[in-house]
């Protein structure tokens, strides 16, 4: 039986329409999280879709020593907490150590563990004890059934709130491949799945000291993804790419979103 999760005013799985979770990479400060946050959040009520912002505070795996990587715990959960305020909006943000699990549980509705972090026991346990809403994206380097073995470990704690994340797999050197396989196997569980898109367009490392990516993928993986019965779509999203300090080349362009969640939505509505 395919479960839903209730995120503020909607849901998410089961016979729910599609969800989208969307945001920039990374916060870069205040004034651009709660801008994107309000814009994004238009967009959705004109469309009629249920909207969790992402963005995080501090992305750990990056490339190089000398990549961005966001405002950090303290002030970044404070960034959030203020959209939160400001917009009503589930908020969404990645976790990277157990000790990072308490104070983002009290900002957070849904702890992301990152894909990289996706075996990493302890991280998942205190993830499900916290009680909130656990994201698993799974690792580049995982078959899509192996994720039972993360949602064994939430599973472990009496959570049951559980999401699952496709966003490709390695594909030979600074590559990845979306298998839509994969989403048809994760759902078997029983779990509300999720396709970031944007993610799988990246091209890790491309760049040399930074990740490159392929934006011109991603409406195309989208719909496929849409079209195969996904329960939500993960898109990164910028209002200038080119300028943005974190994954700008697989990032959507802000103006470019309203015409493809129509798309999106014309096609979850044929599918389910």
């Known amino acids: ?12 799985g089961g016979d729910n329409p599609l969800v989208l979770i969307a945001g920039p990479c990374v916060l870069e400060n205040q004034a651009h999280a709660l801008s994107l946050a309000e814009a994004l959040q238009d967009i959705a009520l004109r469309v009629g879709v249920g909207l969790v912002f992402k963005a995080s505070y501090d992305k750990a795996n990056r490339t190089s020593v000398t990549s961005y990587r966001g405002p950090g715990l303290d002030k970044g959960l404070q960034i959030l907490q203020i959209v939160k305020e400001k917009t009503g909006l589930p908020i969404l943000s990645d976790i990277h150590d157990v000790s990072q699990v308490k104070p983002a549980a009290a900002v957070l509705d849904i702890l992301q ?20 809403v656990v994201n698993i994206k799974k690792g580049q380097f995982q078959a899509p059934w192996d994720i039972e073995n993360a949602i064994g470990k939430v599973l472990s704690t009496g959570n049951d709130q559980i999401l699952l994340t496709e966003r490709g797999s390695s594909f030979g050197y ?27 367009v990246q091209l890790p490392g491309g760049a040399g000291s930074a990740s490159s990516g392929q934006r ?13 019965g996904v329960d939500a779509l993960f898109w990164e999203v910028h209002e200038n790419p080119a300028k943005a300090l974190c994954d700008g080349p697989n990032s959507l362009q802000l103006d470019s979103v309203e015409g493809l969640l129509r798309q999106m939505l014309a096609l979850d509505k044929i599918v389910r």
């Open 113 to 132: 563990i990152p894909a990289f972090l996706s075996r990493q026991t302890d991280l998942l346990v205190a993830a499900g004890e916290s009680g909130k």
């Open 1 to 12: 039986m395919m479960r839903s999760l209730a995120l503020g005013s909607f849901s998410i």
């Open 174 to 200: 600074n590559n990845l491949v979306s298998d839509m396989r994969s989403l048809v196997i994760m759902r078997q569980t029983g779990y509300p799945v999720v396709f970031d898109a944007t993610h799988s």
């Open 216 to 228: 011109e993928f991603v409406a195309p993986l989208s719909r496929a993804a849409v079209a195969t």
